[in-house]
């Protein structure tokens, strides 16, 4: 596709459910982000792959996040027993290089809600 | 760390207004300053960038000045229009530590009346 896609884009979880978010990103790119954004404010950096290396997970809040991207394309987000607090939108973003003017391009994001 | 602080909305201007969103930004060394837009019901869009000082980014009639004296790269329209009512988030990458982890600002939501 033309465009970093995620599904689902909308996901309601039971505290206490696992959710898996999907993102797909544009073909080629190498560089591939996860960011977390609660209500009213900005991104948060979560993790970043190069390729099929996840070289920082820093901004994973608890062990309950796990990403991967096995084959260094498509790449999913796991949430193990979630909570309130886990509600924000995820987005996904791509780039082609790794610099630090490269642009990232950035998926329509999935909004979890917990409940 | 790094870290960037924008002005807080909402803003409602109307049509044909001047717009000024402020940013300023804290790193060490030579950070890319960036500035996203999101439309209602899309994802972040780049809407221009500047990589060093004195630089200037511009699009879609935007404009922003990479201002290192006074760490600051405040995004100007000279005449907005109803289509930019959106979210707009300034961002830095590079900097202190990784020179692939974006920090975004809180955002400020732009409302623009016939």
């Known amino acids: 596709g033309a465009g970093v896609s995620q599904s689902p884009r909308y996901k309601v979880a039971k505290r206490g459910q696992d959710v898996a978010l999907r993102c797909d990103p544009i073909s080629g790119h190498v560089s591939l982000f996860w960011y977390q954004q609660a209500l009213g404010q900005g991104p948060e950096f979560l993790t970043y792959?190069?390729?099929?290396?996840?070289?920082?997970k820093s901004g994973l809040p608890s062990d309950r996040f796990f990403a991967e991207r096995p084959e260094g394309s498509v790449s999913t987000l796991k949430i193990q027993r979630t909570q309130q607090e886990d509600s924000a939108v995820y987005l996904c973003?791509?780039?082609?290089?790794?610099?630090?003017?490269?642009?990232?391009?950035f998926g329509q994001g999935t909004r979890l809600t917990v409940v | 760390g790094n870290s960037v602080t924008q002005m807080e909305g909402p803003v409602t201007l109307s049509e044909e207004a001047f717009l000024t969103i402020n940013c300023t930004y804290t790193?060490?060394?030579?950070?890319?300053l960036f500035w996203y837009v999101q439309y209602p019901g899309e994802g972040l869009q780049l809407l221009l960038k500047?990589?060093?000082?004195?630089d200037k980014g511009s699009n879609k009639g935007f404009e922003a000045t990479y201002r290192k004296e006074t760490t600051s790269f405040h995004l100007e329209k000279g005449s907005v229009q109803v289509s930019d009512s959106a979210v707009y988030f300034c961002a830095l990458k590079g900097g202190e530590g990784s020179n692939y982890k974006l920090t975004f600002g809180k955002g400020t939501l732009l409302t623009v009346n016939p």
């Open positions: 790193a060490t060394g030579y950070p890319s």
């Open positions: 973003a791509s780039s082609r290089l790794t610099d630090t003017a490269t642009e990232a391009f």
């Open positions: 500047a990589t060093k000082a004195d």
């Open positions: 792959f190069q390729n099929e290396a996840q070289l920082d």
